[in-house]
């Protein structure tokens, strides 16, 4: 059974940085894509950023030049460095790995809040 943790989230000023980290155990990593969502009081779910084994990344719209997603597969763990945030990206971020075939497994979340 995969079971992935998040830490890192905390509170943060705004045009502050913030470093999560995505622990998987439990099975295979490196295989698969990794992604990181977020989910704001009363929103949807939504993505933040994924990379797959090969590191190609996507980000939304809202990450791009702010977020980085990256991955270390010998260690099984998923980061995301979070740059110049907003009160707006106060959220629950998520961890994320996808299996075809099996579907998604996710973290307990990580409550990131920015705010002066």
């Known amino acids: 059974q995969v079971q992935l943790v998040e830490s890192g989230g905390g509170l943060v000023q705004p045009g502050g940085s913030l470093r999560l980290s995505c622990a998987a155990s439990?099975?295979?990593?490196?295989?698969?894509?990794m992604a990181w969502y977020r989910q704001a009081a009363g929103k949807q779910r939504e993505l933040v950023a994924r990379?797959?084994?090969?590191?190609?990344?996507n980000y939304a719209d809202f990450a791009k030049g702010r977020f980085t997603i990256s991955r270390d597969n010998a260690k099984k763990t998923v980061y995301l460095q979070m740059n110049s945030l907003k009160p707006e990206d106060t959220a629950v971020y998520y961890c994320?790995?996808?299996?075809?075939?099996?579907?998604?497994?996710w973290g307990q979340g990580t409550q990131v809040t920015v705010s002066s």
């Open positions: 439990g099975g295979i990593f490196s295989p698969y894509a």
């Open positions: 994320n790995q996808f299996r075809p075939l099996i579907g998604d497994y």
């Open positions: 990379i797959v084994s090969g590191g190609s990344r």
